[in-house]
């Protein structure tokens, strides 16, 4: 053990930088580990590269939501391996696989068999491993996998690499604050692959915070997959504190200039989180005026099937409490169309739905069978053709609404935080508060700024604007 972690080499200037990829599928919360395992290997000496064929290690971040999802990593591997293989030949040193995120914590014996050039797998919550996990590559298959259930353990690990190892991308950064979920939505493999809800420590999402706004970010989108459920314990040690009093604190942070937060869900949508959307005393000003809440269905019937614990009209009515609170707030949901047992009925209840709350933007899937989830066992499968078409008649009806929202914002002037330069000239893209893409000339210099924009124009998938006196 102690030969193996000597035969590390240290991240000194003599050291030739190791190269490491990693791919991210699934969610924010998978992009956010992504950059969290780059910090955790830097100090081992791996710098990120942007191909696989030329990485000594490759990481896969993994998704099994869908099932087009995790069959995606199956392909990957075989590409993967054969890139192995070749350097391999080529005398090129080796490459080190590693399978992470969720179908590593679905299904890792079975990646193992199915993929035998893969080296390591590692579940969500195991991250902190990795330097360990890799340097026991060469021992029994069963050393390899590191599945844990543990964030409390992940997050101190992370956090004990020192928030200031963080590396930042722009202005913008995301920051995970809970994660696993307790709903047990009857389609939804999370809360097999994520664990219970937990949250971090305000302290700890505090300090992180603290190090990412001295690196210059600006804005923090606060990650969970239930995030408005928050309730790590307060910064005093006594009690826990809510979503809302967590942004409140990180909004006094200097530099923290916007606040956004995701995945929502409707029963977690508490009083005082609405309040502080709203123009009140509770009002934090860094909170954006953008909500992602997720509904899944308009139907009752589907909802109670998916054991979403709320109705249709319960929904319909935070929204209207939200809008009171906040009227220019702009939504945005995720559905599931073909659920078992859903009629035409059913679907245009959801379609109803849609045209009742007025969707700045939106997620759509196909129902996807689960291995393990109670949905995937019930009768009456919906058939693909008919769950197909339903699809496509939500997203045109969503892309209208999208499409609508965007052009309702020409002639209006906003603040827009640039992040990126442009494809063409000087252009720079930033975003509206509603998290609309904005396209600027002559902006290039902004980046990292919140400017006011004037919008020119609005399509289906971002704004034009222009400086205010340009
Ligand atoms: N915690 C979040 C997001 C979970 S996953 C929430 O509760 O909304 C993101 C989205 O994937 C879900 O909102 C749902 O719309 C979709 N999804 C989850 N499981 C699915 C399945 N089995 N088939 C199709 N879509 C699914
Ligand atoms: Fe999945 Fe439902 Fe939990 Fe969201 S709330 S993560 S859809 S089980
Ligand atoms: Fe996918 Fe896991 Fe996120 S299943 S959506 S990567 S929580």
């Not at 993929?115 to 919550?125: E, H, R, S, T, Y």
């Not at 000003?285 to 899944?296: E, F, G, I, S």
């Not at 073909?338 to 035409?344: I, Y």
């Amino acid at each position: 053990m102690t030969e193996t972690l000597l035969a590390q080499p240290e991240a000194d200037d003599r050291a030739p930088a190791k190269r490491l990829f990693i791919k991210t599928y699934g969610c924010q919360m998978n992009v956010y580990d992504s950059e969290r395992m780059a910090d955790v290997l830097r100090p081992l000496g791996y710098a990120t590269t942007d191909t696989a064929e030329s990485a000594d290690f490759v990481i896969l971040n993994t998704c099994h939501i869908r099932e087009k999802a995790a069959e995606k990593v199956y392909s990957e591997l075989g590409k993967l391996r054969e890139m192995k293989d070749k350097r391999a030949a080529a005398g090129a040193g080796s490459m080190t696989i590693a399978v992470a995120g969720c179908v590593a914590q679905a299904e890792g014996e079975e990646i193992m068999r199915r993929q035998p050039a893969v080296d390591l797998v590692v579940g969500p919550q195991a991250y902190h491993q990795l330097p360990e996990l890799l340097t026991r590559t060469a021992r029994a298959r069963g050393e390899r996998i590191g599945a844990d259930f543990a964030p409390n353990a992940k997050f101190d690990a992370l956090s004990a690499e020192g928030a200031a190892a963080r590396g930042v991308d722009g202005p913008t950064a995301f920051l995970t604050v809970q994660e696993g979920c307790d709903k047990f939505c009857t389609f939804c493999v999370v809360p097999y692959t994520r664990g219970a809800e937990w949250s971090r420590p305000a302290a700890d999402v505090l300090a992180e915070a603290r190090g990412l706004a001295a690196k210059g970010v600006r804005e923090l989108t606060l990650l969970g997959q239930n995030v408005n459920a928050y309730d790590g314990q307060a910064v005093s040690g006594e009690g826990v504190w809510s979503l809302a009093q967590l942004a409140r604190a990180l909004a006094e942070i200097p530099g923290i200039a916007r606040i956004r937060y995701t995945t929502s869900h409707p029963n977690d949508m508490t009083e005082d989180l609405i309040a502080a959307h709203g123009d009140g005393p509770d009002r934090i000003d860094a909170l954006m005026p953008y909500l992602h809440l997720p509904v899944q269905s308009g139907s009752d019937r589907i909802l109670r099937l998916m054991n979403r614990k709320h109705g249709r009209q319960a929904y319909i009515d935070l929204i209207a409490r939200i809008r009171a609170a906040r009227p220019d707030l702009a939504l945005s949901g995720d559905f599931i169309v073909g659920f078992p047992g859903e009629t035409d009925r059913d679907f245009e209840d959801t379609l109803d739905l849609v045209r009742q709350v007025h969707y700045a933007s939106a997620f759509s899937f196909m129902y996807s069978p689960r291995p393990g989830t109670p949905a995937s066992g019930m009768g009456a499968q919906v058939p693909d053709a008919v769950a197909r078409e339903r699809l496509h008649r939500l997203q045109a009806l969503l892309f209208e609404q999208q499409t609508a929202f965007n052009a309702s914002q020409a002639g209006k002037v906003m603040n827009v935080l640039f992040e990126k330069k442009g494809r063409y000239g000087r252009q720079a893209i930033g975003r509206s508060p509603y998290l609309q893409s904005v396209h600027v000339e002559d902006a290039d210099h902004l980046i990292g700024q919140i400017v006011p924009v004037e919008i020119l124009d609005g399509q289906q998938n971002s704004l034009k604007g222009r400086l205010i006196g340009a």
